[in-house]
């Protein structure tokens, strides 16, 4: 193989794996600001108002914690099955299709 196409295909295995590290550290930093900002704002006891429940949780545990890893769980899936790309990380390896050319010296 030639090294310009070594570079090329080893140039588009890391830009795919830059825009899986890019998507995932802003899934990351999305599910951690709802949590965040839910479980903070949500969290706040008065003492005179009673404690509103979902599904027999605090409302502000459902919608702070069990919604976000729901749909972290479904953007996991997503990701993994439509966004990541498998690429060839040995681009040096011939192609058994090659190995069977029965010209090649």
Same mark, same amino acid.
């Given at each position: 193989?030639r090294?310009?196409d070594?570079?090329?295909?080893?140039?588009?295995s890391?830009r795919?794996?830059?825009?899986?590290?890019v998507?995932?550290? =802003?899934?990351?930093l999305? +599910?951690?600001?709802?949590?965040g900002? !839910?479980c903070?704002?949500g969290?706040?006891?008065d #003492?005179d108002?009673?404690?509103e429940?979902?599904?027999?949780?605090?409302?502000?545990?459902f919608?702070g914690?069990v919604?976000?890893? =729901?749909a972290?769980?479904? +953007?996991?899936?997503w990701?993994s099955? !439509?966004?990541?790309?498998?690429?060839?990380?040995? #681009?040096d390896?011939?192609d058994p299709?090659e190995?069977?050319?029965?010209?090649?010296?």
């Amino acid at each position: 193989m030639r090294r310009e196409d070594r570079n090329r295909r080893l140039g588009e295995s890391f830009r795919q794996a830059s825009r899986e590290t890019v998507v995932i550290v =802003i899934a990351w930093l999305v +599910f951690l600001t709802w949590t965040g900002l !839910v479980c903070g704002l949500g969290g706040r006891f008065d #003492p005179d108002k009673p404690v509103e429940t979902v599904f027999g949780m605090p409302r502000w545990v459902f919608f702070g914690v069990v919604l976000p890893w =729901i749909a972290a769980c479904g +953007f996991t899936f997503w990701f993994s099955m !439509v966004f990541m790309k498998d690429t060839d990380l040995d #681009p040096d390896r011939e192609d058994p299709a090659e190995d069977s050319n029965p010209e090649r010296p």
